[in-house]
């Protein structure tokens, strides 16, 4: 059973800045893509960003030219930087391997999440 555990979250002002990690145990799901999704109080989960082995990224709207998505393979890690934080960026945020279809899925169990709160 592979695990995904996230780190790096916080209390940042915002305009701030952040780097989250996700290290993931285990070989399973090591070649698939992998993906951020968060989920803000009384909101459903959201996906946030994807990148694929090769480092092909996708983003949100709401958070391109401001949030930045990479991988170490050789780590099994995936990251997430996360610059000029807003208000509404607060939210806990999970990571997962996925399958990029006509959607994103996700196919690991969750981890704890990170949480991410930014004041304004």
């Known amino acids: 059973q592979v695990q995904f555990v996230e780190s790096g979250g916080g209390l940042v002002q915002a305009g701030g800045s952040l780097r989250l990690s996700c290290a993931a145990s285990?070989?399973?799901?090591?070649?698939?893509?992998r993906a951020w999704y968060r989920q803000a109080p009384g909101k459903q989960r959201e996906l946030v960003a994807t990148?694929?082995?090769?480092?092909?990224?996708n983003y949100a709207d709401s958070v391109k030219g401001r949030f930045t998505i990479s991988r170490d393979n050789a780590k099994n890690t995936v990251y997430l930087q996360m610059n000029s934080l807003k208000p509404e960026d607060t939210a806990v945020y999970y990571c997962?391997?996925?399958?990029?279809?006509?959607?994103?899925?996700?196919?690991?169990?969750w981890g704890q999440g990170t949480q991410v709160t930014v004041s304004s």
């Open positions: 997962n391997a996925v399958i990029i279809t006509s959607s994103t899925i996700p196919l690991g169990s």
């Open positions: 285990g070989s399973i799901f090591s070649i698939n893509p």
């Open positions: 990148i694929t082995r090769g480092g092909s990224t």
